[in-house]
């Protein structure tokens, strides 16, 4: 006998959950939410992308005035660090947005389970942890994320050798931290302790930074990210790190090993399914340790369904919340939609770098004939004002469409300018199409428009 019945069960409350069970509860289900972890909001607010984005606004913010705005007519005095304040303040907002879900669920009257949920055949959810309860649901949702990939010969101590958790934390600013691995995570957190003042050398196994971006774009950045002080060893596979007294000695492959006070392993994650219980219900996971789905979330055990890092594609919040709407959508009405094809990719580095769409290395690939504009942030007056004149976007088109196929950006606030690529893309927009929408003057903007003109050799300022 279950203790408790509800329509539908959430297994995990980051992004892709703790949105799909407020969604559920709006459309009238009786929804219940499984989180083990006393805070709700997952890996993106509680060690994510929530107190990664808090350190990377300060640490830009102390950098900026230690580097000083003389050029701006402003003279500063004494600029110091108080590291554990800005610590501090990182802390605060995870706890602040974190207390927030919790205040959704109530509003919403999703019912939350403080506990380690385990499936426990079809239609049960036993909990264990602080709430222990029998749970029955005619639908039960998998959105358990994922955990930093292990590396091979790497041993984390929480300390000096650490994931993204420990480096969200360093009580003082590394003397040389070594990050392993070139993505999201290594470039975002690399750029924190670096403009904080550590010395900080990138170590990346492929010839190239942040794997999956537009080449052009990645390049400008590994460039740019170079002028602010941070070493790439690229083409150098990491085969072991280990502590060595207050140190800890990274090994590469065919290369003088490494010695550095920090180390951050970033070398990727994996989903997140131990002690979930899929054998119960008879869910294998695929060659890549995912839960395979079809295009309605369902997996192959009846009333099961999974999103977010757990399953396909990129491990992104944002997918697993609009995954995790699609998906209850379909559970209570028959209809909802989710893209794959269009999902933004942001990278917080300064300047940052988004994408959205497919890559010109792809188009190449696929044989897709394309139409290419590029601008320059140097050329656009709000940039030129801002001061911050790094970067491009470049708009790739169907040359004989004029579809848009994808568009990529390094510069100031790219992650506030590709949302417009994305609507675009999801309404079918042309380049013509950007290139005759108003933009206004002078704003960051300008320079896709410029980009979608540039489409057709037409653009004004370039
Ligand atoms: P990643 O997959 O983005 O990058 C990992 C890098 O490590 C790759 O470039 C890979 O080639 C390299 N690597 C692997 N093994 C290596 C070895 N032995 N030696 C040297 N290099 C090696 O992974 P990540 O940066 O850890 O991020 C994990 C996930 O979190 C990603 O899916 C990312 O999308 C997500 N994330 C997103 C954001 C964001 O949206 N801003 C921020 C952080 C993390």
Known sequence: MADRQHDLVVIGAGPGGYVAAIRAAQ???DVACVEREPRLGGTCLRIGCIPSKALLESSEKYHELVAGLDGQGIKLGGVALDLPAMLARKDRIVVDLTDGIAGLFKKNKVTRYEGAARLAGPGRVAVEGKDRVDLAARHVLIATGSVPAPLPGVELD???VGDSTTALSFPTVPRHLVVIGAGY??????????RLGAEVTVVEYLDRILPGTDLEIAREAQKLLKRQGLRFVLKARVT????DGQDAIVEIEGQEPLRADRVLVAVGRKPYTEGLGLDSVGIALDERGRVPVDDRFRTRAAGVYAIGDVIAGPMLAHKAEEEGIACVELIATGWGHADPAIIPGVCYTDPEIAGVGRTEEQLKAEGVAYRKGVFFFRANSRARALERIDGRVKILAHAETDRV????MIGPRAGELIAEAVLAMAVGASSEDIARVCHAHPTLAETVKEA??????RSIHA
């Open 240 to 243: 072991g790190a280990r502590r």
């Open 452 to 457: 979608a003109l540039a489409v057709d050799g």
């Open 405 to 408: 196929l994808g568009v990529h």
């Open 158 to 160: 929480g300390d000096v």
């Open 27 to 29: 459309l009238g289900l």
């Open 185 to 194: 995570i290594g470039l975002e957190l690399g750029s924190v302790w670096r």
